[in-house]
């Protein structure tokens, strides 16, 4: 028999009756007609302002900025430059963020499996948690915390004092910090060494499980891991225990570290009003699970607890990851609310250069490019993890 003769490469067709063709056309026309669109408003909206007599550019970003900061975790000074201030306002925000999403799918995750709870009192209390707080709108809730925190508490010579060192008022919370020295870096060693000992543990149940249907515990030998080597490390820096310690002076707390009612209100804010819809996507991710997985969980006489995390939870991420992925970039650009109580927030030290400078344009696109870039960071991150959950199918 004579072996069968290759078929004929395929030929494009590059006429306009070719669809391929066709397709970019479109796409080269629409990009084009984008980009015209683009640069006519650009530059009407510089010719405008040359007119008017408004500068523009970016020039004053190297420029003294003449104004202070409240909160900062990255030191600050008046004289320093506009860019200078524009990152602190990026490092507040950030501060927020990234605190209120992790809390935010902690309390989120426990209320969306107390919905499913077999405990009538505890489901109707999660039930109302997520009924109150998802329809009550978000600037009114920050509002209410941010009164309760300045209102309500003691002033500062009537603090509460909650722990030793601890210092809790209208001033915000005031806390013991570590007096940082050269032999700390040998804790965050430890800590280094302890979370890849957790990472390689886990890997390592894994295997065994998948290899003879036995599971190992993960989370205690993880911790004991972690805390073991981040000891060892703190004992071979020679045991630093010095502690800047909050002391109570005439007219305020000094000393040790603080937190401000304006970021305790943001920051509550967020976490409690996000966390009523990512018990909502949680609850409907789980139920979404076949409920023939909740009766095989059953026949292997697995407790509810185990069914949960072992079972459902699991299988339910494929659908609970991208809607909470959205609320996650809502928290982020919900955060631009803070200017609302006072908390200086990349939207907030904006708004004072824009009206110091001048430059609207300007101020209004480095808070729409660095919002884009945290949101892109965000979707980039979770679609990884993403496709990582996915279920693995022939």
Not at 76 to 102: C, H, P, Q, W
Not at 108 to 114: A, N
Not at 138 to 146: A, R
Not at 317 to 344: D, E, H, M
């Amino acid at each position: 028999m004579k072996p069968a003769r290759p078929a004929p490469p395929k030929k494009r067709d590059w006429s306009w009756r070719s669809q391929a063709l066709r397709s970019v056309l479109y796409q080269v026309v629409a990009l084009a007609l984008v980009f015209s669109a683009g640069y006519y408003l650009l530059g009407n909206t510089l010719d405008n302002m040359r007119l008017r007599g408004i500068k523009s550019g970016f020039d004053f970003i190297t420029q003294p900025a003449g104004f202070g900061i409240g909160e900062s975790i990255i030191p600050f000074d008046s004289a320093e430059s506009y860019g200078k201030a524009f990152a602190v306002g990026l490092s507040n925000t950030l501060r927020v963020a990234v605190v209120g999403i992790v809390l935010a799918t902690l309390l989120g995750t426990l209320i969306g499996i107390g919905r499913l709870s077999r405990n009538v009192l505890l489901r109707s209390l999660c039930g109302a948690y997520v009924e109150f707080f998802r329809n009550v709108p978000l600037l009114l809730q920050l509002f209410i915390w941010y009164f309760i925190l300045t209102e309500t508490l003691p002033t500062i010579e009537e603090a509460l004092r909650p722990l030793p060192g601890v210092f809790f008022s209208k001033n915000g919370l005031q806390f013991p910090i570590p007096v940082w020295t050269d032999s700390h870096v040998f804790t965050l060693a430890g800590l280094a060494l302890g979370l890849l000992g957790v990472w390689w543990w886990g890997r390592q149940s894994r295997q065994h499980f998948e290899v003879t249907g036995r599971s190992r515990p993960v989370w205690l030998p993880g911790l004991l891991l972690l805390i073991g080597l981040g000891l060892l490390g703190w004992l071979a820096g020679g045991s630093p225990v010095a502690l800047d310690i909050p002391e109570k002076s005439e007219l305020n707390v000094v000393g040790g570290g603080s937190v401000t009612p304006e970021y305790m209100t943001v920051l509550v804010g967020l976490t409690i009003y996000t966390a009523a819809y990512i018990a909502e996507i949680v609850r409907g991710g789980i139920q979404a699970v076949p409920f023939g997985q909740h009766e095989a969980s059953a026949a292997l006489g697995l407790s509810r607890g185990k069914e949960v995390r072992l079972v459902l939870l699991p299988q339910a991420l494929r659908v609970i990851i991208p809607p909470v992925t959205s609320q996650f970039l809502n928290l982020t650009k919900n955060s631009s609310l803070a200017v609302a109580v006072g908390y200086p927030d990349l939207v907030s030290i904006s708004t004072t250069s824009l009206n110091q400078t001048g430059r609207a344009v300007e101020c209004i696109a480095i808070i729409m490019a660095c919002y884009l870039t945290l949101s892109l960071l965000t979707s980039w991150f979770m679609n990884a993890y993403n496709r990582r959950s996915l279920l693995k199918e022939r």
